[in-house]
């Protein structure tokens, strides 16, 4: 009975995650009907119906473009000298980002590097095509490099090796640096990112944790999981992270915010720039963590 008790704990965990149900992610009063559909898109049958994934691209800062789908993130910075694209995508997909990429009035010829969180097929399995058509150079963490060639039957096509990071790096291209965390716990090499993004003449922190979902078996990768959700939250409290880039939508309350966005009025505070919003959802990323982890050392008796 523990067993199966504890299976159906770690599947509402990551239902409430992976869905953005939890009150820090809620899209609270949202009638919108686009909103309502692509926040309770991911499911095995919608993931790959381009009706329920469509998004159009749309500009979240000066700088900063959403090119994801309903249910996965993808962003595009412009540097002013080439372009950066966080998460890769997958399947046709990756076709439609490269469409959205034009439709915003840039050359995906110029996409310089490809960031990716970790290695599960949703945020890499574009990779390759945009390595081998436009010759990005990829990014990721040695443990995830490994992760992705280990899975290479879900990529779109063949992705060589390319740049490894460690923590603390930096990669840096026209106006924008880009510093790398590894945050351990969804998968074993997951990065995180910080940069900076523009707003007229303001200028915000922000970052992508790169692996928030607790879909994943373990007391040590639990453990791992929690530090990083403390790693963060420290790095918020000594300087605040104001814009949270989430690697799936409603993880940050995206769509909601890009409906207020589209209604901003001259003067009034960006939607997506939320410091004590992010700190709220750190917390509540601890707090569902810490239920896991009690679950997962009951497992084996701990």
């Not at 704990?9 to 990551?14: A, Q, V, Y």
């Not at 953005?20 to 909103?35: I, K, Q, R």
């Not at 962003?75 to 915003?104: E, K």
Request: hydrophobic letters at 40%; charged letters at 20%; glycine letters at 10%.
């Amino acid at each position: 009975m523990g067993t199966v008790r504890g299976m159906v704990m770690r599947l509402m965990i990551w239902a409430v995650l992976i869905f953005g149900f939890c009150s820090c992610t809620a899209v609270d009063g949202d009638t919108n009907p686009e909103s309502q559909a692509l926040v309770t898109s991911n499911n095995a049958s919608t993931r790959s119906d381009p009706g329920l994934q469509r998004v159009e691209p749309f500009a979240i800062f000066d700088n900063v473009y959403y090119i994801g789908i309903g249910w996965v993130s993808a962003y595009l910075i412009d540097t002013g000298n080439g372009l950066i694209m966080i998460d890769a995508l997958y399947g046709d997909f990756v076709d439609t980002a490269i469409q959205d990429i034009r439709a915003l009035g840039f050359d995906p010829q110029d996409l310089e590097y490809v960031l990716v969180t970790h290695g599960h097929f949703d945020h890499v399995g574009g990779a390759g095509q945009l390595q081998q058509q436009f010759g990005a150079q990829v990014v990721m963490t040695e443990p995830d490099w490994q992760l992705a060639e280990a899975s290479r039957g879900s990529l779109a096509q063949v992705l060589n090796r390319d740049v490894v990071v460690n923590d603390g790096d930096e990669i840096a291209l026209g106006n924008t640096t880009v510093r790398f965390y590894v945050t351990p716990g969804h998968t074993p090499g997951v990065l995180s990112f910080e940069f900076v993004v523009r707003d007229g003449e303001s200028e915000h922190r922000a970052f992508t944790f790169g692996g928030v979902g607790l879909n994943f078996e373990g007391v040590e990768r639990t453990e791992s999981y929690l530090r990083s959700v403390q790693r963060i939250k420290e790095l918020a409290q000594a300087n605040p992270i104001e814009v949270n880039l989430a690697n799936h939508p409603a993880m940050g309350r995206l769509f909601e915010r890009r409906d207020l966005l589209a209604g901003r009025a001259p003067g009034e505070p960006h939607p997506f720039v939320d410091a004590a919003g992010y700190l709220s959802w750190l917390d509540e990323l601890g707090q569902n963590g810490e239920v896991k982890l009690t679950e997962e050392r009951a497992e084996v008796g701990r």
